[in-house]
C-alpha cells in the first residue's frame, strides 16, 4: 500500500512570500489533515477534512493560511503571507472513515523555513 | 490549551534498559490515547494505542499503562535497543464519524546507547 506522499520536502521561502504544500492521502482515504509541528514540539492539527468537505479548521489562522481538497483526493496548504514564526513541518495524515486501527498515517511532511 | 502534557522532555537508556515516558491529560471526553514514534525526517507512526476500559496493553517490548482516575498514562519500552532512539508523542484521540481527531503531547526524545 502505497503511504501519504507530500511534495516538496522542502522549502526556504522569504518573509512575506507565499508558498504551497500538495499532499497525496493514501487511496481511499476520506479523511485527510493537515498538522504543523513546530521544532521541539508535538503536531497541531490545523485543518481536518472528510471527502471534500472541511469538518475542523479551528486552529487554522485564516488570515493566511488556507487550504483545499478538490474531489476529495489531493489537498494544498497554502501561507500567504508568510511569518517567521510560520517555520515548521506540515504534516498531512490520512485516515479511513471508522479509523478502526485508532491511527492516521502520515506523509513525511515539508519543512518550511522563513527568513 | 495544552491537554495533554508529556515527560520527560528527554532521556538517555542503555540498551537492555526501561525507557519510560508519562503522560497526563485534562480532556476526560478522549476516547482513546494512542503512542507515536517519529523517527528524523519522517512523520509520526503509530506504535500502540489504549482505551480508556483497559487498564495495561502489551505489544512486544512496548507496555502502556493506564490511570483513569488519575488521568495519566504512561509508555514503557522494555530491553531499549539503539534502534528505539527516536521522538515519542502521545496523544488523546476522539473518534468522531468524520474522522478522529488527535491532540498530541509535546514528544519525548529517546536514545538508547550501546
Known amino acids: 500500500e502505497a503511504g501519504v506522499a507530500q511534495s516538496p520536502r522542502y522549502k526556504i521561502i522569504e518573509k512575506r512570500q507565499s508558498v504551497a504544500f500538495w499532499c497525496n492521502p493514501i487511496?481511499?482515504?476520506?479523511?485527510l489533515y493537515w498538522y504543523q509541528q513546530i521544532l521541539g514540539q508535538g503536531p497541531k492539527l490545523l485543518i481536518q477534512?472528510?471527502?471534500?468537505?472541511?469538518?475542523?479548521d479551528s486552529q487554522l489562522p485564516k488570515d493566511r493560511f488556507s487550504a483545499e481538497r478538490l474531489k476529495g483526493v489531493d489537498s494544498t496548504l497554502k501561507i500567504q503571507p508568510a511569518k517567521l514564526e510560520d517555520s515548521a513541518v506540515y504534516l498531512c495524515?490520512?485516515?479511513?472513515?471508522?479509523?478502526?486501527?485508532?491511527?492516521?498515517?502520515f506523509g513525511s511532511g515539508t519543512r518550511l523555513t522563513v527568513v | 490549551q495544552q491537554q495533554v502534557k508529556q515527560s520527560p522532555q528527554s532521556l538517555i537508556v542503555q540498551k537492555g534498559g526501561i525507557s519510560i515516558i508519562n503522560c497526563a491529560y485534562e480532556?476526560?471526553?478522549?476516547?482513546?490515547f494512542p503512542w507515536y514514534q517519529q523517527f528524523p525526517g519522517k512523520g509520526p507512526a503509530l506504535l500502540i494505542a489504549?482505551?480508556?476500559?483497559?487498564s495495561e496493553k502489551k505489544e512486544g517490548r512496548f507496555t502502556i499503562s493506564f490511570n483513569k482516575s488519575a488521568k495519566q498514562f504512561s509508555l514503557h519500552i522494555m530491553d531499549s535497543q539503539p534502534g528505539d532512539s527516536a521522538t515519542y508523542f502521545c496523544?488523546?484521540?476522539?473518534?468522531?464519524?468524520?474522522?478522529?481527531?488527535?491532540?498530541f503531547g509535546g514528544g519525548t526524545r529517546v536514545l538508547v546507547k550501546p
Open positions: 495524515a490520512s485516515s479511513d472513515r471508522q479509523g478502526g486501527n485508532y491511527g492516521y498515517t
Open positions: 487511496s481511499g482515504h476520506a479523511t
Open positions: 477534512f472528510q471527502n471534500n468537505g472541511v469538518v475542523d
Open positions: 480532556n476526560t471526553a478522549f476516547d482513546y
Open positions: 489504549i482505551r480508556p476500559d483497559v
Open positions: 496523544a488523546g484521540g476522539l473518534i468522531k464519524a468524520a474522522g478522529n481527531k488527535l491532540t
